[in-house]
């Protein structure tokens, strides 16, 4: 039966489409409000990992320049807060898969894309809400942005892009891993990723392999991006990476979209129903 048979005479099928992934959205939505103890320790844990750094490691740190280094350390983690959001899409994502939600879903008169973009539209309102949370805790302990409205926009806009991404790799991992127990290999291999950034210290103070890993991590593009648009202090660098960062934190994610976007919609397809 096709989309727009279901749809109903005088109804395209896109708007079929959107309603069966506002269906799905609605869905994510309620298990917010029927479990808040787990949402709220997820917008809870980042702002502890930023007081952590800010107040016991930052006294004994230092920014190029002289720059404050709560200043510099807010956006940075403005920046890994994003990319650590795609543990709990691949979470979500293979605890639909272990109980069977998804091939219900896959089995009923619904659109195909409707699962994964409601998955992606809750995912993107939760990640907008920490990082409303993270910029109420960085105003609180003395972080300020120094530039305009739109280039605050405009760093806002990077993150969530860089979240959009780590979206869509989150899903495709975790239609491969198909399980909530092989989740624990891939969060291993995140937490190495997300320090191994100019989120908290400069590349320059690292032994030269690792720096230039570091500053082509595209955590690190965005990070040094969005303190450019805040006017915050930054780590500076000569190299091509540090003097192009907010085309690398355009060109890091689109490109990563490029990649696990479709991959995720095809492993999505190939499903067993």
């Known amino acids: 039966m096709s989309a727009d048979t279901l749809a109903g005479p005088g109804r395209p099928s896109w708007t079929w489409a959107l309603a069966d992934s506002w269906t799905m959205t609605r ?8 479990q ?13 990992l930023l007081l952590m750094f800010a107040y ?30 795609l543990e709990g899409t691949m979470v979500a994502i293979t605890q639909d898969l ?15 894309a409707a699962v994964l973009v409601g998955r992606s539209v809750a995912d993107m309102l939760q990640s907008a809400l920490g990082l409303l949370v993270m910029v109420g805790a960085g105003l609180a302990i003395g972080w ?12 806002f806009g990077l ?54 890993i570091a500053e082509w991590n595209p955590m690190s593009a965005t990070a040094t991006a969005v303190r450019e648009l805040f006017a915050n202090p ?22 990563l979209l490029a990649v696990f976007f479709p991959l995720a919609v095809r492993r999505f397809r190939r499903l067993s129903r």
Not at 182 to 202: D, H, K, M, R, T
């Open 27 to 34: 869905r994510e939505l309620t298990h917010w409000a029927r």
């Open 36 to 48: 808040p103890v787990q949402i709220v320790v997820g917008l809870v844990f980042p702002v502890m």
């Open 56 to 85: 016991f490691i930052g006294g004994g740190m230092t920014v190029a320049g002289g720059g404050d280094y709560t200043e510099f350390l807010v956006p940075g983690m403005f920046a890994l807060t994003m990319a650590f959001g």
């Open 98 to 112: 272990g109980k069977g939600v998804v091939d219900r879903f896959r089995s009923m008169p619904m659109a195909p």
């Open 144 to 155: 300020r942005w120094h530039g305009g409205l739109g280039e605050a926009l405009g760093a």
């Open 159 to 212: 993150l969530l892009l860089l979240r959009f991404a780590m979206l869509w790799i989150g899903i495709h991992l975790g239609l491969v891993a198909g399980r909530t127990e092989l989740v624990q290999a891939v969060q291993i291999l995140i937490w190495p990723v997300g320090f191994l950034s100019n989120v908290f210290s400069s590349p320059e103070d690292m032994p030269g392999w690792l720096g230039a």
């Open 234 to 255: 930054g780590w500076g660098g000569d190299s091509w990476a540090a003097r192009h960062a907010l085309e690398m934190a355009l060109a890091w994610p689109l490109a």
